[in-house]
């Protein structure tokens, strides 16, 4: 099954560099962004014994999280379906020589450079993945080779999830983001061979968007 490329943007060149210059502009943009941050700093620093200093960073976008992941002495490598996106990523201050930006889908088993990391960084994709058998995959690449996984998806259970409904009714139109019961999310992790060791929310109760730090599945 293939997603749409409607739910998974920024084909266009100009597109992506639009979106680094006008994205996180506003108050609450801003105020997300931080808290954003904050989290994954969190979430990054918990122990992984097979932690070999690699994280791929997937979807890289503009390159958001790149000085938190150097601030951490992580060597870097980028992905990321747009081509327009590793381009801005490539360009991004200070970009060491250790590290490389390359297209890539976390639907498909990641480049070579990339396979021998050991942790993983997903943020602001699975809300665009809309179908069960998609997310299972990219939880697959994304855990492979014992990775420990950092990453969001966007909960159900949340003030967001019907405001946005209401608000996409009133206009006609269906809502483009996939939100996920929490029961279906834990399945598909558990189908791809992984487990949850943290769930944080960003806003509890307000916002949709939840970090989960997921690692291997112990074998039963």
């Known amino acids: 099954m293939q ?5 998974r ?6 597109s992506g560099r639009r979106y680094a210059e006008r994205r996180y502009r506003g108050f609450f943009q801003r105020l997300v962004a931080r808290r954003e941050q904050a989290l994954a700093s969190h979430l990054l620093a918990h122990p992984h014994p097979e932690c070999n200093g690699h994280i791929v960073d997937i979807p890289c976008g503009y390159g958001r999280f790149y000085p ?21 990523y490539r360009e991004h201050e200070n970009f060491a020589d250790a590290d490389h930006a390359e297209q890539a889908d976390v639907l498909k088993p990641l480049p070579a450079r990339a396979a021998g990391a050991s942790r993983a960084l997903c ?14 995959k990219a939880l697959q690449t994304l855990g492979a080779n014992r990775r420990q996984v950092v990453m969001t998806y966007y909960d159900d259970a949340s003030l967001h999830y019907w405001s946005k409904r209401l608000l996409m009714r009133l206009k006609g139109k269906k809502v483009r983001v ?18 949850i060791i943290k769930r ?5 109760g307000l ?12 074998p039963a």
């Not at 943007?9 to 100009?14: G, K, L």
């Not at 150097?70 to 590793?86: C, E, G, I, T």
């Not at 916002?207 to 112990?218: I, M, N, S």
């Open 3 to 7: 997603q749409s490329r409607s739910t």
């Open 9 to 14: 943007p920024f084909h266009r060149p100009a």
């Open 68 to 88: 938190l992941l150097k601030q951490q002495n992580f060597k870097v490598s980028a992905m990321d379906q747009s081509q327009a996106m590793v381009d801005i």
């Open 123 to 136: 943020v602001r994709l699975f809300q665009h993945l809309h179908h069960p058998e998609l997310r299972i």
């Open 178 to 195: 996939k939100m996920i019961r929490r029961a279906d999310f834990e399945s598909e992790v558990e189908q791809a061979g992984l487990q």
């Open 200 to 204: 944080i929310k960003l806003f509890p």
């Open 207 to 218: 916002h949709a968007q939840t970090w989960v730090l997921l690692a291997p599945r112990d």
